[in-house]
């Protein structure tokens, strides 16, 4: 089955999960009570939980904010309008996310009547991402039922939530473009389309059937890009382009143990350096992190030098806001005794400071090697990092150790989440009474380099493809960040 995630970290995979209790209605039957409750619910938990909520907003911003959705919510009283009105996204936090009921996914991703073509969406513009359909592939589309593409990125804005103020969270949502558009128009059955197709500046007009949720999720899999789909499918997985001399190593989580990665970091490297090849790519456009000691460890192979490795976490609270709803990964309720002992893990790493916050101390941070030695087995050639809205977390840091230690060109777009700090680490699950839904809110901040400021954006691209260019690479069917890399920058 699909599951669906909402202001967060955003894919509508197939997923196996133990369910939770079943819903004892349909989401159509939802009360206005329950929904507003839960949404109440949300607002309270981030304001006492987020470990720094007022980092990108202000305490009267975010009140103003959430009243508004809240009235938007009281209005209609449906479940559509609060996944469509959720207050996650005001906070500007890349790692907030709510989960649906298995019972609830079903429904609402069986209710709903799709737009009917994948798309791929690259700075603000929206681009058929389909072949054989009504409308050809590469058409840029500059409305549907006459709203603007503007207008309809606006509006899709809670569901690509990126840190502060990084607009490449569309990296993660277009994926899922059919699903995010259609739920914020459940009854429309048919979309009329303004497009101009490649090679011409003419806008045509089509209007296109609504498609069934079994047709939406076949043409999620007919799209073209990205190309790199058996890449994707691992967690580290390398390529050796003859042709081209260059390595290529697409590695999609830092959620790795330290044997695992190094297994699969040094058996690249040393295979790149008994080929003698003079540069490699590091693809991390769809990394969505993991553990910042597991990034510095891949650095260590391009390393030319110790290099530091200094990062730290704190929060503004180390309680549990609503310990009756926390529970565990596999949706059961935690135990007091979990309670007590996630209390006191946090009691005994975490200091208060003079500003207020807790900050890691010594006994959190037993253990991490600041001053990093290069592997035996470095590579030092070319190096270059695709990066996109999709490098979260972890690979921001692994990013930054690149550019920070002039190691290598980063190719592709701003990172989704902060180069000085973002949220991770440690996460809780509450589990919202009305619609049973999931809400996960990360306890801690983690700040690279010994940060004391953040200014909301992430790691910014040495080279950044003219827009033009990745059109065509696209319109050609090309991988636009790698061929860019392998076309233009050797």
């Known amino acids: 089955m699909k599951q669906i995630y ?170 899922d473009f059919q699903f995010y558009y259609s739920l914020t128009a459940p009854g429309v059955t048919s979309y009329r389309v303004s497009y101009i197709t490649p090679g011409s500046n003419d806008i045509r007009r089509n209007t296109l059937a609504a498609v069934s949720p079994a047709t939406a999720f076949q043409t999620k899999y007919q799209r ?33 143990g330290e044997t695992e990665a190094y297994k699969e970091f040094s058996t690249f490297f040393r295979e790149v350096n008994k080929r003698k090849y003079k540069q490699v790519i590091i693809d991390i456009r769809s990394n969505g992190g993991g553990d910042p000691g597991i990034s510095a460890l891949l650095y260590s192979f391009l390393a030319t030098q110790p ?11 180390i309680d549990i806001a609503y310990p009756e709803y926390v529970v565990d990964n596999n949706n059961r309720r935690v135990s007091e005794e979990d309670i007590r002992n996630n209390r006191n893990f946090f009691y005994q790493r975490f200091d208060k400071d003079s500003s207020g916050f807790y900050k890691g101390n010594a006994r959190l941070m ?14 030092h050639g070319r190096v270059f990092i695709l990066t996109g809205g999709g490098t979260v977390s972890a690979a921001t840091y692994f990013a930054s150790l690149v ?21 991770a680490s440690w996460f809780l699950h509450y589990l919202l009474p009305g619609t049973k839904s999931i809400l996960t809110i990360p306890r801690t901040e983690v700040y690279f380099f010994n940060a004391t400021r953040d200014n909301g954006h992430g790691v910014i691209p040495d080279q950044e493809i003219p827009l033009p260019a990745f059109v065509q690479y696209f319109q050609a069917g090309k991988d636009p960040e790698l061929s860019y890399v392998l076309e233009k920058m050797q």
């Open 6 to 175: 909402l202001a967060g970290i955003m894919a509508l995979t197939i997923l196996y999960l133990s369910p939770l209790a079943a819903q004892e209605k349909k989401f159509t039957e939802l009360t206005r009570e329950e929904i507003l409750g839960d949404f109440d619910l949300i607002v309270s938990i981030l304001q006492k939980q987020h470990p720094n909520i007022c980092k990108f907003t202000d305490s009267v911003t975010f009140r103003h904010q959430t009243d508004s959705l809240r009235k938007t919510i009281t209005q209609h009283a449906d479940f559509y309008t609060l996944l469509t009105n959720l207050p996650n996204y005001l906070v500007r936090d890349a790692h907030l996310s709510l989960r649906l009921s298995n019972d609830y996914n079903r429904e609402v991703f069986a209710a709903l009547q799709y737009f009917p073509l994948p798309v791929i969406i690259e700075r603000g513009r929206i681009f058929v991402n389909i072949k054989g359909a009504s409308i050809p592939f590469g058409s840029e589309i500059t409305g549907i039922n006459d709203v603007t593409v503007t207008d309809i990125l606006k509006k899709l804005a809670s569901h690509s939530a990126s840190d502060g103020y990084i607009s490449t969270g569309t990296d993660r949502m277009y994926d």
């Open 224 to 256: 073209t890009l990205p190309l790199n789909l058996l890449q994707r499918a691992y967690n580290i997985y390398a390529d050796y382009l003859e042709k081209d001399q260059t390595g290529l190593l697409t590695v999609n989580t830092f959620s790795l």
């Open 307 to 317: 290099f530091r490795n200094v990062y730290n976490y704190r929060t503004k609270t």
């Open 366 to 379: 037993e253990g991490l090697l600041e001053n990093f030695p290069p592997d035996k087995d470095a590579f």
């Open 403 to 423: 550019q920070q230690n002039k190691r290598g060109t980063i190719v592709g777009k701003e990172t989704g989440s902060g180069e000085a700090s973002t949220t």
